[in-house]
């Protein structure tokens, strides 16, 4: 019975792997996992029911936490970019500017994967936008089924590396934590945080350097085998204007700008700025669909944009004593310019419910936020119950004992990161395991910015690795019937082996993920 006792630990997280790969959903398995061992625990004496007490301050927490509350609005910025058809434009356009070049299709490509994760971060909107218009041309004009399932499929990953991204605001939360911890127990009590800023600026350099190899490797590949990545013929291709490229290129230059700009930048924290970006993705999309109402939402935008520079450059208190003319004149422009985008939101709207799309796109929102959320509480439930039966003190004693030091830990954690991608969400990855071998790793001396760097792109690679890679059955849902699903799987193998050479530069070198740190918050 002893022994039974001493591993309920392990007995828990093999029950969880197993009803997981038997495709049960995750949130419920979470949970109902941790209830059946937490009254096992109870009955055999080896868990305390007295933790379960904290569940009810846990799960509060969550739901109010200011950072968390930005990933609903991303979300909802993501899908209504989506439906301005802003992604279908930008493959159209960069199509014909790089595609009478060998390779050159495959690189619109990832370019486009590049402006949309910096804009939108929506990984499955992404892939099956560019499988369904990109991937057809590609065919057509002779790419290797391989190389352009790969890279459709890739570029699709970038939302996840690239900020802002829903990866990076969880991991943010996560790493945040983990550090909080780590200092606890090194006797620290006036410990340091990790702000999303931070971890948006250390993410920027290492998801372009991804993009350069991407780039580098398709170029190359065109180079040697011409034949797989051929240029399109020059008298079916129309000269791109700079009026044509401005007008797709400026949209998601201004989110970019508005959301990750804001952020980075401190005038703004995350949530405020994903309400900026969603706001300005709502009057985007209707500048684009709305042809009478185009005046309007330009002036709206125009209004935003005056709300964002206002704000970073001024700071309004009418409450002070010494509030002068000055104070009060720019507190009325303002609220001028919120009176103008309120007006351009309330046009956005009528002009969705009128279109039909607005419903669509608040129940894909409510149903990609609370999968999230889901997965994060049933997450929260299975990890406390976990720590009640001695798991944490395994791992951690586990990640200690690696041969090799603190670097001997980080490659054991790397790895055991990699393969659970095969089987599991980056959220459920996130959520369940770092918390409990970060706080270790950084106790080993590892800087918290870099690692949150390093996990991040190894968690993006877990939209890539057969079976379970999530871009991988957008990726098949929207192909074409000449894809096969062994074409996706070798396709992008390449591209998974250029996520582990963008690991080692980043670990070799790693002022790529620590030196915009270090310029904009003193890391």
Known sequence: MSFITENLDIAMFLVLAAALLRGYPVTFTLAGVATIFAGLGAVLGAFDTALLGALSQRLFGIMTNQVLIAIPLFVFMGIVLERSRLAEE????????????????????????????????????????????????????????????????????????????????????????????????????????????????????????????????????AWLRPERAPAMPRDVTEPVSTRQLLRVLLPPIFLIVAVLGSIVGGVATPTEAASVGAVGALLLATYRRDEDGRSASLLAIAALAGIVVLASSTSIRLQRSDADIGVWMLAAVGAGLVAVVAWGIWRAIRHAAREGYLGVINTRTMSVSSMIFGTIIGASVFSLVFRGLGGDKRIEHLVEAMPGGATGALVFVMVLIFLLGFILDFVEISVILLPIVVPALIVMGHDPIWLAVLIAINLQTSFLTPPFGFSLFYLRGAAPPEITTGDIYRGVIPFIALQAIGVSLIWLLPGIATWLPAVMFGR
Do not use: D, H, W
């Open 90 to 221: 930008l493959l159209e356009e960069m199509g014909r500017l790089f595609g009478t070049r060998r390779g050159g299709l495959a690189v619109s490509v990832v370019v486009v994967g590049t402006l949309l994760a910096a804009s939108t971060g929506i990984v499955g909107a992404t892939v099956i936008t560019m499988a369904l218009i990109a991937l057809p041309a590609m065919l057509r004009n002779g790419y290797s089924k391989r190389l352009a399932a790969g890279t459709v499929c890739t570029a699709g990953t970038l939302g996840q590396i690239i900020p802002p991204s829903t990866l990076l605001i969880i991991l943010s939360e996560v790493m945040s934590s983990a550090y909080q911890q780590a200092q606890f127990e090194q006797g620290k009590f006036s410990v340091e945080t990790i702000s999303v800023g931070q971890t948006f600026s250390a993410a920027l350099l290492p998801g372009l350097v991804l993009v350069a190899l991407y780039i580098f490797y398709i170029l190359a590949l």
